[in-house]
């Protein structure tokens, strides 16, 4: 289209300069408003250059080789999209602290590292301390005196410290008291903090180990405010991450914050992701799709509309070949869809793609008849007066106005009367 804008120009330039009389020969009436006039030759085939203006005339052929696809407008199911975007980290619930419940001196260290697993039950230290030693010096007393009072109180206060029931048993099996009594893990993961080492003297109520589950973790995503009210609680989603690109990993939001970001204008929403064989690790940027709930509704594919900035367009099929751009109002978006709240009715035929094309070319055809008004086209637009152009008509107002037409001197003027040639 551009092509034939820059050819017509350069052959109006051209007749100017030189003066070649152009044909008078080849029918107006394809232009607006040119009812029973003529114009140049090839000026009927140009897209809106007809008498009919309205939309741009599209080859089904041609479209095809310049990648237009047409679709129609259907009521179906339409669920939003939401991409959010943040950081693994272990899911609260799942951290556990072990401490100290008595004062003691930490003789054999076995969890020595940090990240290092270890299961439920499993050994972490061996803790000396003279209170369990009379702890269990107590029960074994009350045993032998045959005082169950006494022995449920000494087991009682020993458990209280975190010993665990088969020491006991075995105390009460062997009979004599050990030096040390072993603190296992209250629960399976792996070591992220640890504040103890061998041969430490460490106090009631210390925090020595920090032991965290990762089978689920959590992500805090980032939702931006136009996309808040399609968010809510149990709302469920796919994770992927950049480690293992070709893996996704269901979660679902578990709790949204009540207060928005004033710096950032979003809105923090809580992403618990399974993870049974801890593939995925805290620290790791999480890529999130949400998909909400959706609802039935009037919808064109997402390529179909064209926002322009202030209003979104869809070229819509008259059936006659020539396809009118009409604004209309968007609503949900989905992965492929969009929701069209106003403007289209199921069954119209819509331009799916390269919607651009065809708008360029519309403002295009727009432009050119503009160019040729401005350049002395001497052309009636609509009963638009051009100049030098006498409301008396005739033959003598048309000469004149010929003849005050820069350029214009030598060429051929038709005759102004319908159905009648120079």
């Given at each position: 289209m551009k092509a034939l804008a820059m050819g017509l120009l350069a052959i109006l330039a051209t007749q100017e300069a030189c003066g070649k009389p152009k044909s008078a020969e080849a029918p107006m009436t394809d232009m607006p408003g040119m009812a029973g006039m003529q114009d140049t030759t090839g000026m009927a085939g140009m897209p809106g250059m007809s008498g009919d203006s309205d939309g741009v005339?599209?080859?089904?052929?041609?479209?095809?080789?310049?990648?237009?696809?047409?679709?129609?407008?259907?009521?179906?199911?339409?669920?939003?999209?939401v991409r959010a975007v943040g950081i693994l980290k272990y899911a609260e619930p799942r951290l556990v602290y072990v401490n100290a419940r008595v004062n003691g001196w930490v003789e054999k260290l076995y969890a020595d590292y940090v990240g290092k697993p270890v299961a439920q039950g499993e050994a972490l230290l061996a803790l000396y301390s003279p209170d369990l030693v009379s702890a269990q010096e107590e029960y074994l007393l009350a045993r032998?005196?045959?005082?169950?009072?006494?022995?449920?109180?000494?087991?009682?206060?020993?458990?209280?410290?975190?010993?665990?029931?088969?020491?006991?048993?075995?105390?009460?099996?062997?009979?004599?008291?050990?030096?040390?009594?072993?603190?296992?893990?209250?629960?399976?993961?792996?070591?992220?903090?640890?504040?103890?080492?061998?041969?430490?003297?460490?106090q009631s109520g210390t925090n020595l180990f920090l032991i965290a589950d990762r089978s689920v973790l959590w992500v805090d995503l980032a939702i931006f405010e136009g996309d808040a009210a399609a968010v809510r609680v149990g709302t469920p989603a796919k994770v992927t991450v950049d480690a293992l690109p070709d893996r996704t990993f269901p979660g679902r939001v578990t709790f949204i914050h009540p207060q928005l970001d004033n710096n950032t204008r979003t809105l923090t929403a809580r992403l618990e992701v399974a993870n049974p064989r801890g593939e995925i690790r805290p620290g790791m940027y999480a890529a999130a799709e949400l998909v909400p709930a959706g609802r039935r509704a009037v919808t064109v594919p997402l390529t179909a509309v064209l926002p322009t900035g202030t209003k979104d367009l869809v070229f819509v099929g008259r059936g006659d070949g020539r396809f009118?751009?009409?604004?209309?109002?968007?609503?949900?978006?989905?992965?492929?869809?969009?929701?069209?709240?106003?403007?289209?009715?199921?069954?119209?035929?819509?331009?799916?793609?390269?919607?651009?094309?065809?708008?360029?070319?519309?403002?295009?055809?727009?432009?050119?008849?503009?160019?040729?008004?401005?350049?002395?086209?001497?052309?009636?637009?609509?009963?638009?007066?051009?100049?030098?152009?006498?409301?008396?008509?005739?033959?003598?107002?048309?000469?004149?106005a010929h003849d005050s037409m820069p350029g214009m001197e030598k060429m051929p003027m038709p005759n102004m009367e319908p159905g009648v040639q120079r």
């Open positions: 005339p599209l080859d089904r052929t041609e479209a095809a080789r310049l990648g237009i696809t047409f679709a129609r407008a259907v009521e179906r199911p339409v669920r939003p999209f032998r005196l045959r005082d169950d009072t006494l022995a449920a109180s000494a087991r009682r206060r020993l458990a209280l410290w975190d010993i665990s029931a088969d020491q006991i048993d075995s105390l009460e099996t062997r009979g004599s008291v050990t030096r040390t009594l072993l603190l296992r893990a209250p629960r399976g993961g792996e070591i992220v903090e640890k504040h103890v080492i061998e041969g430490q003297a460490v009118l751009p009409r604004e209309v109002r968007v609503g949900l978006r989905g992965d492929s869809l969009v929701e069209i709240v106003e403007g289209l009715k199921p069954g119209e035929e819509v331009v799916a793609s390269a919607t651009f094309l065809l708008d360029s070319e519309a403002n295009l055809a727009a432009a050119i008849q503009g160019i040729m008004l401005q350049m002395g086209m001497g052309l009636n637009m609509g009963g638009m007066q051009m100049p030098g152009m006498e409301t008396g008509g005739g033959e003598k107002g048309s000469a004149k």
